[in-house]
């Protein structure tokens, strides 16, 4: 017996030093960037913040699944990448396991990812009886029917292209000041762009938790991995909630 109990508390002991940290602790491993750089990514960081929000605030007025949204949201990715890439140099980040092992973040991203989809499965069950936030998730969800190769690139390509940018470029031009905050800030203004409720709450809460991951890891890899998880499951189990029965393609009705 007391061979077998010290070897499952070796065994939990194992476990537990694999297991990674807590949002609340930073990883020790930060990338110092000359004054020229820093000064770079704000200029940087300001022109295309501008341009980013005004390209999505048009592109959610366009018809969905019509070439010109289509073209409009790819054009928004396409400009915060490049503003992310040409403010300076983007870090992936470290998670630090209880052992004092630093890795790569791949599967705690993930799960956060599908854990945070949960949550928000749950709340469009309660935003259902809301009227307005029924009619604000219906109407962003519109864009997610149409030609679901495309739908699905276009959510994809902005949730990396975001990460790049407000949790890249725009949190490494803030500096010390408060990042967290200030990056969920612009973030959140941007999605104001749509004047949908919905999408400024999401952008809200989301902006957050990807702001506190890119605290905790140094880099973008964590934050980028929830998100395009979070979107991946968003895009194909929410709309089925708000769709209605007359939305049934017609060759898939039953004729009586």
Known sequence: MTSRGGAAATWRTRVRGLLPRGLGYVVPVRVPEPAEVLRRRRRTVAAVSAAGAGLLGVSLSRKPDSPQFYGLSLATAVTWTVGAVASGPVHRGWIETQDQALRRPVVVPVLTGVGAFGCFYAAALVAQRIPVLDAALRRVLRFADGSTPLVALTTLANGAAEELFFRGALYDAVGESHPVLVSTVAYTATTASSRNPSLI????????????????????????????????????????????????????????
């Open 201 to 256: 709450l999401a952008g809200a809460v989301m902006g957050t938790l990807f702001g506190l991951q890119r605290r905790a890891t140094g880099g973008i890899q964590a934050s980028t991995l929830t998100h395009l998880t979070w979107s991946a499951l968003m895009l194909r189990f929410l709309p089925p909630l708000f769709r209605e029965p007359c939305d049934v393609p017609v060759r898939s009705r039953t004729v009586l």
